[in-house]
T-cell receptor, first 112, second 112 residues
């Protein structure tokens, strides 16, 4: 499984755009990149998933450069409720039994 | 939006007792998982389950643990003889291949 590296913590203010970058130098050809959000005492929640270039949904964008060795989760105009831990995970979606390996994640603190 | 439901939300048990944690995965999902998170630590994979059998399991999932899908809707995790170090949040997840996981809100297990 490709190992991921992301900042331990980030601070931001309400209304700002937040970009969290994840390094995954050993990503394999079949691997997808998935981001999850976790609030205290709750299960991780799927945010976005991509393979290459850019993916956008109603809550976030995911930017993946051509070499796929890193990815950036972009949260537009964060609010206090976006304070959470964000996890970057890399894995082969073709292997449905493959478990997710969570790292420490990035603890995002949004301040008023 | 479909949800993974876990019961109970909080369980307190005495050391050495058996506990059963219950989960109702999303109805059309075929892949089921248990993860756990000790307070302040990473989310850890325990076991994956597909087609009525275990697909993968981690080193944590020793002989004290078992999983079962007793009917068409429930998915259970049993811990035969709980230890203090089993105290954690236990998350059930299900997946519709090849999309992302949906996690439940978790069961907080406290072993005293």
């Amino acid at each position: 499984l490709a190992k991921t590296t992301q900042p331990i913590s980030m601070d931001s203010y309400e209304g700002q755009e937040v970009n969290i970058t994840c390094s995954h130098n050993n990503i394999a050809t079949n691997d997808y990149i998935t981001w999850y959000q976790q609030f205290p005492s709750q299960g991780p929640r799927f945010i976005i998933q991509g393979y290459k270039t850019k993916v956008t949904n109603e809550v976030a964008s995911l930017f993946i450069p051509a070499d796929r060795k890193s990815s950036t989760l972009s949260l537009p105009r964060v609010s206090l409720s976006d304070t959470a831990v964000y996890y970057c995970l890399v894995g082969d979606l073709g292997n449905a039994g493959n478990m997710l390996t969570f790292g420490g994640g990035t603890r995002l603190m949004v301040k008023p | 939006e479909p949800e993974v439901t876990q019961t109970p939300s909080h369980q307190v048990t005495q050391m050495g007792q058996e506990v059963i944690l219950r989960c109702v995965p999303i109805s059309n999902h075929l892949y089921f998982y248990w993860y756990r998170q000790i307070l302040g630590q990473k989310v850890e994979f325990l076991v994956s389950f597909y087609n009525n059998e275990i697909s993968e399991k981690s080193e944590i999932f020793d002989d004290q643990f078992s999983v079962e899908r007793p009917d068409g809707s429930n998915f259970t995790l049993k811990i035969r003889s709980t230890k203090l170090e089993d105290s954690a949040m236990y998350f059930c997840a299900s997946k519709e291949h090849p999309y992302g996981y949906t996690f439940g809100s978790g069961t907080r297990l406290t072993v005293v």
